[in-house]
């Protein structure tokens, strides 16, 4: 079928003002698309320079279902390359993270590469006189992805040459990582932990979706967070403090008007977030000794002002979430068109309390583990609306939850904190991206 | 008297209590300071501030035993089911002088929920200690052998 490949009309069709048809997460054409054209034309979640603390440090990842690798070059520098051999495509490293040493070795004829991507050797190099290849792109070693940024030791990166530049892409939305590094009183993150994987049955945009749909916890969660809340207030006794983790669980069970008066701001480019007055995460208790040291570090209105911003869930458009009070990022990374690889990971705030990173990674298996009960609840509608999608009784998913009519698209705003505005946002992203370099291919070919 | 053939019974026991889904009976089976830990990285020694699936003590088990009854535990309609093969506990520790029962246990687990079966492969570790006549458990240790790989729900316990 080949309904949508180059027909950017048919796929600007299907996202109307307040609804999406359902070929967005069901179509595998659609799907290829996204591939071909969404991810690369977005910024997209690398990993964390702290991941490379070390020269020949690499990490392996994916951009879309392109498989990449970034690594910390002798002179200190990061690059990010394609995963792959440019003999015949053996991908140079397959662990998730390690240190390659000087230089890279394809383990299949051993050709070498810099830890900047360039060629180093080839075995019997003479077998390349006179045949060309020095006008090969084989002979440049690791293709680069070109468009890299380290946004406060975030590495994100554009595939496509040409598009959106990093700031205009991102905008004030950043200042959710801001926040989430200012929280250390050293402003600096670390990652130390492997990340918690959950393999989803469903599209990865009911995930990207499901981080700002703030009517769906005090019901979908009632199971695991409401039961949470009831067996604590059953069997608390005489205790005086509430655990952690009833701490964690119990604010998800707050009622609509919680979530209406918190908020949501909208960003530019499918960016957004919710808790924007206060969040789930506002009144966990206060950690020994942490305010003292933020204090220290900002002085008292900065370090009042970074711990005041309690942000909820912010979606960096297309697939990553953070969560800044809480220190996570979550990459819901696409695998086939109703198949999704979620992982979680927790960042140490660097010389705050060790209280703060339990916490964080308490959160991180409560919420986003595939032994989570929230998650399970979670996991339940997705798979659900994968298959209920199926129907052809209505092809359309209903988005109109405080539409008023007259949206302006790719515009900074605070809302009310029920609004399904972001999801939106989302999709009027999401054909942009998918089709921003449709027409100029088409012309290319032609 | 506490002896090996004791601790393998409880492990069998156990696992029959899980298999036949009585909940209540395997949540008596804790001390109420046990712990039920499932790691999540290679030969894991701290719980707290490294990764893990799960680490959740007597309060955080009943609300998981609780929610699987829910009326609104959409996830568990229809609801699981699951099976232990257990191999012969190896017994690691049989001391009733010191209070020290432990035991490890190869095993294969099997959780089933409508159409879909999954299968996990790893070892049980089971740190007892004796209440009165009986043994309670103080840590049970779960590692799956493919910790690290990303798996869809898991509601039961293995
Ligand atoms: S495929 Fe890498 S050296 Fe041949
Ligand atoms: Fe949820």
């Not at chain 1, 034309?41 to 020949?56: E, F, M, T």
Request: proline share 5%; glycine share 8%.
């Amino acid at each position: 079928m080949n309904k949508y490949g180059g027909n950017a009309g048919a796929i600007a069709a299907l996202v109307r003002e307040a609804e999406v048809h359902r070929d967005v997460y069901v179509d595998p054409e659609i799907f290829e698309l996204e591939m071909e054209h969404l991810f690369p034309n977005s910024w997209i979640y690398v990993g964390h320079a702290s991941q490379l603390a070390k020269p020949g440090d690499f990490i392996t990842a994916n951009i879309g279902r392109q498989p990449v690798m970034a690594s910390r070059h002798t002179d200190g520098s990061i690059h990010v390359f394609y995963n792959r051999c440019p003999h015949k495509g053996v991908k140079i490293a397959s662990e998730p993270c390690g240190n390659t040493g000087k230089f890279f070795r394809c383990p299949y004829h051993a050709w070498s590469f810099k830890t900047d991507g360039s060629l180093l050797a080839i075995p019997l190099k003479k077998g390349y006189e006179g045949t060309g290849f020095g006008d090969t792109q084989a002979n440049e070693g690791l293709s680069k992805v070109r468009n890299v940024v380290i946004y406060r030791d975030f590495i994100f990166a554009r595939l496509s040459d040409s598009g959106v530049s990093f700031e205009d892409y991102f905008g004030e939305s950043l200042s959710t990582i801001d926040n989430m590094v200012d929280r250390s009183p050293e402003g600096k993150l670390a990652v130390q932990a492997t990340p918690i994987r959950y393999m989803h049955t469903c599209n990865w945009k009911m995930l990207v979706e499901n981080q700002t749909d703030t009517c769906h916890p005090m019901v979908a969660h009632e199971s695991s967070a409401g039961t949470a809340v009831k067996v604590w207030k059953r069997e608390q006794g005489d205790a005086t403090e509430t655990p952690m983790a009833v701490q964690l669980y119990g604010p998800f069970m707050s009622p609509y008007e919680f979530y209406e008066q918190s908020g949501i701001r909208i960003w530019p480019n499918g960016h957004g977030h919710t808790g924007v007055a206060n969040s789930i995460h506002s009144n966990y208790q206060d950690i020994p000794g942490y305010l003292d040291q933020m204090v220290a570090a900002y002085g008292e209105q900065r370090a009042h002002e970074i711990l005041g911003e309690v942000r909820h869930n912010t979606v960096y458009f297309p697939n990553i979430m953070v969560k800044g009070a809480v220190q996570i990022l979550r990459n819901f990374i696409p695998v086939a068109v109703d198949k999704t690889l979620v992982e979680s990971w927790v960042y140490r705030l660097v010389g705050a309390p060790d209280k703060l990173y339990e916490r964080a990674l308490m959160y991180n298996r409560f919420i986003n583990a595939p032994t989570s009960i929230v998650g399970h609840d979670d996991l339940e509608m997705y798979e659900r609306a994968q298959e209920g999608l199926k129907s052809n009784g209505n092809q359309w998913v209903n988005l109109r939850r405080l539409y008023d009519g007259h949206e302006e698209q790719d515009v900074t705003a605070v809302i009310n904190g029920t609004s399904e505005r972001q999801m939106r946002n989302q999709f009027h992203a999401w054909a942009k991206f998918m089709t921003m370099d449709m027409d100029k291919r088409i012309e290319a070919a032609e | 008297m506490i002896s090996e053939k004791t601790i393998t019974d409880f492990i069998y026991e156990e696992a029959e209590l899980l298999d036949t889904m009585q909940w209540q009976a395997w949540l008596d089976l804790f001390h109420p300071e046990g712990r039920y830990w499932m790691p999540l990285e290679w030969q894991q020694q701290d719980p707290v501030l490294q990764p893990s699936l799960m680490y959740e003590d007597l309060l955080l088990l009943k609300v998981r035993v609780e929610r699987l009854a829910g009326e609104r535990t959409f996830s568990q309609k229809p609801k699981s089911r699951c099976h232990h093969l257990l191999q012969s506990p190896r017994i690691v520790a049989c001391d009733p002088a010191a209070g020290v029962f432990k035991a490890r246990t190869s095993y294969i687990y099997t959780e089933t929920r409508g159409d879909n079966l999954e299968r996990y492969s790893g070892w049980a570790s089971h740190d007892l200690v004796r209440v009165g006549d009986a043994l309670k458990i103080k840590l049970k240790r779960v590692d799956l052998v493919n910790f690290d790989a990303p798996f869809g729900n898991i509601q039961l316990f293995m």
